[in-house]
């Protein structure tokens, strides 16, 4: 992987990866043990380290690339006001909702959604059908406890969107099955299990060490995303 990465011209891989890992840990582990001044220092640096990574292999030359240095500056939003120095859920919730329709944009570029989706295996199909019954549960259960109607409708918005923005992924790997739409389509699909285990821990029941699944897989998430869509550039 890392000797395809570096043969493709990607320039820097080992070094950001070893920065935004030592970050992503740092950050992980002050989540786990509650150190909130640590985490609130470091978690705000990982999205600016994949939109440097980003620059510096695009130099941001294509609407891909640029509308991928958006969703990441969004997202850097949604991490600072989800920190527990802030903790402002709504706001972070719009910031990554504009996120993922930036991501939405960069992936449909070019893709036929449609035709993608019809290629689409089984398992992957029934992955969807089980978040959208984790939704429905979701709601329900927010509506038994009485829970904000502006609530729920922005909960019932941002999952639309992001299961938009899966799809998109899928429909980029089922059209063309790539190394890089494989990449994005992986981190698409963490993106959307970090976000349904804030969902479930915040309205539903609370997960041991939630903290650490949810930063985990969406770290992981990002990193994916960007390495895949500068693939996705150098190979055009």
């Known amino acids: 992987m890392k000797t395809y990465l570096i043969n493709k011209g990607v320039k820097s891989y080992i070094p950001f990866l070893l920065v935004f890992a030592v970050t992503?840990?740092?950050t992980i582990t002050t989540?786990?043990?509650e150190v909130d001044e640590i985490q609130n220092v470091f978690k705000p640096m990982l999205m600016p380290i994949l939109m440097i990574f980003v620059y510096v292999n695009t130099k941001l030359s294509t609407a891909f690339s640029k509308l991928v240095f958006l969703a990441l500056l969004f997202s850097m939003?949604?991490?600072v006001f989800l920190m527990p120095y802030y903790d402002i859920f709504?706001?972070?919730l719009a910031s990554f909702l504009i996120a993922h329709i930036f991501y939405i944009v960069a992936f449909l570029k070019g893709n036929k959604l449609i035709e993608g989706i019809k290629k689409i295996k089984l398992p992957v199909v029934i992955l969807?059908?089980?978040?959208?019954?984790l939704i429905f549960v979701l709601v329900w259960n927010m509506l038994e406890s009485n829970t904000d109607v502006t609530m729920i409708i922005a909960v019932v918005i941002y999952a639309s969107v992001i299961t938009v923005m899966v799809l998109s992924t899928m429909a980029m790997f089922g059209n063309e099955p790539s190394l890089q739409?494989?990449?994005m389509m992986i981190g698409a699909i963490l993106f959307m299990f970090s976000d349904s285990v804030i969902a479930i821990n915040k309205f539903m029941v609370e997960i041991p060490y939630s903290g650490l699944w949810i930063m985990t897989t969406y770290t992981l998430a990002q990193w994916l995303i960007t390495v895949g869509g500068i693939l996705k550039i150098k190979s055009e």
């Open 24 to 26: 992503a840990i740092i």
């Open 31 to 33: 989540r786990v043990l």
């Open 77 to 79: 939003a949604g991490d």
């Open 90 to 92: 709504l706001f972070g």
């Open 128 to 133: 969807l059908l089980a978040y959208l019954a």
């Open 181 to 183: 739409s494989k990449l």
